[in-house]
């Protein structure tokens, strides 16, 4: 994905980054005019040589689609989701990247130390802020684990009509883009709750290969 320059700069921003993911994880384009293709190719690799579930297949594709149109609205550029896989089974995860321009033309954004002491101070139990050093530069880390219910929802069952969403481990990392006022945002998220750590372990591996690319 490509960074937008500013041309009245002597110096210009990076012209795009760079990040190693795991294969099996796949990019669905977000722009409007790519978004359906990209999400029926990746409907149609999911249920290869399974004909006999079309409701799960609309289902899925009906997600993915709200998902990639929800993810553009907020301004994201790349949305990847995992099909990496072990043994028989997928393993659930997504990479949400967002550029993050000041509100208005001329402003700033606060510094990353300032958003992590007012995240900090505003943090509920579950909420981890820090400092962290990428390749790619300093960058605010926010995790967040989700409170885990005694039991599942009632209706939280496979086939139900009112699936409740899975709690999911979210962590975020947010760094300035060299020579602009820009953040890119990092936002990885999966339901695997119960193997959080390790999880988390993949997403800083995967964050602290972003680099930043010039032309």
């Not at 190719?41 to 399974?50: D, I, K, P, S, W």
């Not at 990639?68 to 393993?91: H, K, M, P, R």
């Not at 958003?115 to 962290?132: F, N, R």
């Not at 999911?168 to 060299?178: A, E, H, K």
């Amino acid at each position: 994905m490509t960074i937008p320059l500013d041309d009245g700069r002597t110096q210009p921003p990076p012209s795009d980054y760079q990040l190693l993911l795991p294969e099996g994880w796949f990019r669905i384009a977000l722009e409007p005019e790519r978004r359906q293709q990209s999400v029926d190719a990746l409907v149609n690799r999911q249920f290869n040589g399974v004909d006999n579930e079309p409701r799960l297949r609309r289902l899925l594709r009906q997600e993915l689609l709200e998902r990639a149109t929800n993810a553009f609205d907020q301004g994201g550029i790349e949305l990847y989701i995992s099909l990496q896989q072990a043994g028989v089974l997928t393993i659930p995860a997504s990479l949400l990247i967002t550029l993050i321009p000041p509100r208005k033309l001329g402003e700033q954004l606060p510094s990353l130390h300032d958003l992590a002491d007012a995240l900090e101070a505003e943090a509920g139990q579950g909420h981890t802020v820090s400092m962290t050093q990428l390749a790619a530069g300093t960058a605010m880390r926010v995790r967040v684990d989700p409170d885990m219910p005694a039991t599942p929802p009632a209706n939280a069952v496979a086939g139900g009509e009112n699936v409740q969403a899975l709690p999911s481990v979210t962590v975020d990392y947010q760094l300035g883009i060299p020579r602009s006022e820009m953040n890119l945002l990092l936002t990885f998220s999966t339901p695997l709750v119960q193997i959080a750590d390790a999880m988390v372990e993949l997403f800083d591996a995967v964050a602290g290969s972003l680099t930043w690319k010039d032309e």
